[in-house]
């Protein structure tokens, strides 16, 4: 199997009836990048910027750190996209409890991501500083985690000129980047207006946009059996929003794992979805999964699918 998958590693990822899809993939490193186009990603769609502050004692990466790890990762995709997020700390990403302090009550519902990215202005800069340089070496999207207020909105795009200026001052080249919000906060999924008005393209993370739809810890072992990629609830958000994405001609991905889920490619094409974000390890299978699918009869049958009161008794067959 795994050797006949490789074969597919330079075919285009084209469904039967000829819909492009773009196989992207999810990085912790820039490292992983190599491995990334060895598995046939066309770019990267999410690159976790958090793994470079995880795991360390007493300090963060500076400008320049960051910077070059960066366009490591850049140069690493040879000339490919990548979508950098800003860090996306809490939760079920903590940093040593030297730099941050982890005895929140509710850690999932607390100052996380873009949050804790807002509080700290001079700490978000310098990264949105880093992401601004490294996208004078390729094609870079700045991804922001975590929005859901308009308010959130302008205050980091009014950070990220706020950079840009910066950088002016300092003489330091930089290189345009398309803007893009991560769709993971029911409360962002419905205001998606909001969201289209500000942004280039939206990246639905599906791991929290399930954890915060079913009010499910999604690091709980206790409730994991209710942790339900499939409820009805998740799937109209997803669809609703990716076809409020296509209406307006912006482009949408999804990066959680549902995206690397081959038992829910085909809903997801049937949904409209053109671009998938996942562990480098499953592009060749999902891959596989679109070279036998038609999209255009997919489509009526992924909306019984959200319509049903039991989705997955329908994928079963
Ligand atoms: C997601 O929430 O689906 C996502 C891709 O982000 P993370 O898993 O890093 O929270
Ligand atoms: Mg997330």
């Given at each position: 199997?795994?050797?006949?998958?490789?074969?597919?590693?330079?075919?285009?990822?084209?469904?039967?009836?000829?819909?492009?899809?773009?196989?992207?993939?999810?990085?912790?490193?820039?490292?992983?990048?190599?491995?990334?186009?060895?598995?046939?990603?066309?770019?990267?769609?999410?690159?976790?910027?958090?793994?470079?502050?995880?795991?360390?004692?007493?300090?963060?990466?500076?400008e320049e750190?960051?910077y070059?790890?960066y366009k490591?990762?850049v140069?690493?995709?040879?000339?490919?996209?990548?979508?950098?997020?800003?860090?996306?700390?809490?939760?079920?990403?903590?940093?040593?409890?030297?730099?941050?302090?982890?005895?929140?009550?509710?850690?999932?519902?607390?100052?996380?991501?873009?949050?804790?990215?807002?509080?700290?202005?001079?700490?978000?800069?310098?990264?949105?500083r880093a992401i601004l340089r490294a996208a004078a070496h390729g094609?870079v999207?700045?991804?922001?985690?975590?929005?859901?207020?308009?308010?959130?909105?302008?205050?980091?795009?009014?950070?990220?000129?706020?950079a840009r200026?910066e950088l002016d001052n300092r003489g330091l080249p930089y290189g345009p980047v398309?803007?893009?919000?991560?769709?993971?906060?029911?409360?962002?999924?419905?205001?998606?207006?909001?969201?289209?008005?500000?942004?280039?393209?939206?990246?639905?993370?599906?791991?929290?946009?399930?954890?915060?739809?079913?009010?499910?810890?999604?690091?709980?072992?206790?409730?994991?059996?209710?942790?339900?990629?499939?409820?009805?609830?998740?799937?109209?958000?997803?669809?609703?929003?990716?076809?409020?994405?296509?209406?307006?001609?912006?482009?949408?991905?999804?990066?959680?794992?549902?995206?690397?889920?081959?038992?829910?490619?085909?809903?997801?094409?049937?949904?409209?979805?053109?671009?998938?974000?996942?562990?480098?390890?499953?592009?060749?299978?999902?891959?596989?999964?679109?070279?036998?699918?038609?999209?255009?009869?997919?489509?009526?049958?992924?909306?019984?699918?959200?319509?049903?009161?039991?989705?997955?008794?329908?994928?079963?067959?």
């Amino acid at each position: 199997e795994r050797g006949r998958l490789s074969r597919l590693r330079h075919t285009p990822a084209v469904t039967l009836d000829g819909q492009k899809v773009e196989l992207l993939a999810n990085i912790e490193m820039p490292e992983d990048a190599p491995g990334a186009v060895l598995a046939g990603a066309v770019g990267v769609g999410l690159f976790r910027s958090e793994f470079l502050f995880m795991g360390r004692k007493g300090d963060l990466p500076g400008e320049e750190e960051q910077y070059q790890a960066y366009k490591k990762a850049v140069e690493g995709m040879q000339g490919l996209p990548v979508t950098i997020r800003t860090i996306d700390v809490g939760a079920d990403k903590q940093l040593d409890d030297s730099i941050s302090d982890a005895a929140h009550l509710n850690p999932a519902l607390g100052l996380r991501a873009i949050r804790w990215s807002l509080a700290d202005p001079a700490m978000f800069l310098t990264q949105l500083r880093a992401i601004l340089r490294a996208a004078a070496h390729g094609q870079v999207n700045l991804l922001i985690p975590m929005l859901a207020h308009a308010s959130e909105i302008r205050q980091t795009l009014s950070l990220v000129d706020f950079a840009r200026a910066e950088l002016d001052n300092r003489g330091l080249p930089y290189g345009p980047v398309k803007l893009g919000a991560m769709i993971e906060i029911p409360a962002a999924a419905l205001t998606l207006k909001i969201f289209l008005k500000y942004f280039d393209f939206l990246s639905i993370g599906t791991n929290d946009l399930i954890q915060y739809t079913l009010a499910i810890d999604r690091a709980d072992e206790s409730v994991a059996h209710l942790y339900d990629p499939l409820h009805p609830a998740v799937l109209r958000l997803v669809a609703e929003t990716i076809a409020e994405c296509d209406a307006q001609g912006k482009g949408v991905s999804v990066c959680g794992e549902m995206a690397g889920d081959i038992t829910l490619t085909r809903l997801l094409l049937g949904m409209g979805l053109r671009s998938f974000s996942m562990h480098p390890a499953q592009i060749l299978a999902v891959k596989q999964e679109v070279l036998r699918a038609d999209a255009a009869r997919l489509a009526p049958w992924a909306q019984r699918v959200i319509e049903a009161e039991d989705p997955a008794s329908m994928l079963a067959k």
